[in-house]
């Protein structure tokens, strides 16, 4: 079993950054692919980014390509997001993911573990 725990999430205006953590506790962090995942209200739960067991790729959707970078530092058993020039269409439940299966995934249903999720808020 994995225990995640997300903190970092607020209000911030259009523009502006935030920086997601995701601690994980129980098993060994290293063997697991992380991912980010948000859902806005009424809408299905979609991926943002993830990254490998050792941190050495990372892939992003396309709609937060090249402002939201995702890192991982397994000594402190931490995944990372960090978001850049956020915008309003980003306000959603942010969500960390773990996967023991997969070194890297995309897709929801690989993933065995959820945190309980983060509310990120921009205002326009």
């Known amino acids: 079993q994995v225990q995640l725990v997300e903190s970092g999430g607020g209000l911030v205006q259009a523009g502006g950054s935030l920086r997601l953590s995701c601690a994980a506790s129980?098993?060994?962090?290293?063997?697991?692919?992380l991912g980010w995942f948000r859902q806005a209200p009424g809408k299905e739960r979609e991926f943002v980014a993830t990254i490998t067991r050792s941190g050495d790729i990372t892939f992003f959707a396309d709609s937060v390509k090249g402002r939201f970078t995702i890192s991982r530092d397994n000594a402190k058993n931490t995944v990372y997001l960090q978001m850049n020039s956020l915008r309003p269409e980003d306000t959603a439940v942010y969500i960390c993911a773990a996967t023991e299966f997969a070194n890297v995934a995309i897709i929801r249903r690989l993933y065995d573990y959820w945190g309980q999720g983060t509310q990120v808020t921009v205002s326009s």
């Open positions: 129980g098993r060994t962090f290293s063997n697991y692919g």
